[in-house]
């Protein structure tokens, strides 16, 4: 099956000329995250970032259909945390789901210390019947063991067929793997009640200086099959792209069209440069991807439509 994405224009930015922009979401709306209202009316949530690259998570609601933004909030949803805590130098959305009747969100908890690496643990945010967002634990959700022993990054969590849940995030290798870019890979866990996790190991295969580097899977579930997509960097040089993955169990996943994702960058403008952070949902019977462009998300999120040849 081949793929293929009408892009439908850039749906937000923080402009300062359009917004009073808070000091803690002064740039970017990265890792966009849509909660559904009414109508075509959504809730964002993205990740933007303070004066010192730090993130934390801001809002707005987006009538997907008019493609215009309802309201903008101001006052950040959610902060990154104190010096010392796992989410200390940011806060990047990965994904949703429920256990029962609490929601939760994912997120990448950044901590850039002075003289080592970034690195980042994986953390839970309750979603409150509001919509406000309270972080659950100090502890991360999922922190780094023997099998992930460097780096965790955005996760997405999916029912499974038996009651329990399928989650693929990312997990370090090594920072350089010889060409200049680092080895992030697309790692699977199972869980029976959605709170405590069984690591599987590597789940999306990669080669080195073509498709090594990955983030932010989404899946989208169709009947008995599995559409996975991400952003990945190649390794050769390139920025990001949006790559797809396919499955028929959640366990075994083919690359075939990993190249083929029936998007890409613009010839110009606001993504044309680099696409990433993919969110996949569903509304009305149409698919829709939310992702962003240029410089990580500084140019904000755009909103594309799929449709199948």
């Known amino acids: 099956m081949t793929h293929y994405w009408e892009k439908l224009g850039q749906l937000f930015w923080p ?30 949530f993205y990740s933007g970032r303070d004066g010192r690259n730090r993130s934390s998570v801001g809002g707005v609601d987006i009538d997907i259909v008019k493609r215009k933004v309802i309201k903008y909030y101001e006052e950040p949803f959610f902060q990154h945390g104190k010096p010392g805590t796992f989410y200390a130098d940011g806060v990047s959305i990965g994904c949703s789901y429920a256990v029962n009747q609490t929601k939760y ?5 950044w901590q850039n210390p002075r003289d080592k690496h970034w690195r980042g643990d994986i953390g839970r945010l309750v979603v409150n019947s509001d919509l406000s967002l309270s ?17 965790l990054s955005y996760p997405w969590v999916e029912p499974s067929g038996n009651g329990g849940f399928d989650m693929w995030y990312g ?12 080895i992030h890979t697309i790692n699977h866990a199972y869980s029976v009640d959605g709170h405590t996790w069984e690591r599987k190991g590597l789940a999306i295969p990669f080669e ?3 498709f090594q580097a990955f983030s932010r899977p989404t ?18 040089g390139e920025k990001y792209r949006i790559g797809c993955a396919q499955s028929n169990d959640a366990i075994s996943w083919s690359t075939d069209l990993i190249k083929n994702a029936g998007i890409d960058i613009s010839a110009s ?23 962003n462009g240029n410089n990580f998300g500084m140019t904000g999120f755009g909103l594309a439509l799929y449709s199948k040849n």
């Open 105 to 109: 969100i994912l997120f990448m908890g």
């Open 135 to 151: 972080l659950e634990s100090e502890i991360p959700h999922l922190g780094c063991n023997e099998i992930d022993p460097i780096s």
């Open 208 to 210: 080195k200086g073509n």
């Open 269 to 291: 403008g606001w993504d044309s440069e680099m696409i990433e952070y993919p969110y996949v949902f569903n509304h009305k019977e149409i698919t829709y991807m939310l992702y």
């Open 219 to 236: 899946v989208l579930r169709r009947d008995s099959s599995y559409n996975m997509w991400f952003s990945y960097r190649s390794g050769s």
């Open 15 to 44: 402009d300062p000329k359009n917004y009073k922009l808070h000091p803690k979401l002064l740039t970017h709306a990265a890792n966009p995250l849509a909660f559904h209202l009414h109508d075509d009316v959504f809730r964002v």
């Open 171 to 182: 997990s370090t290798k090594s920072w350089d793997a010889g060409n200049g870019e680092m």
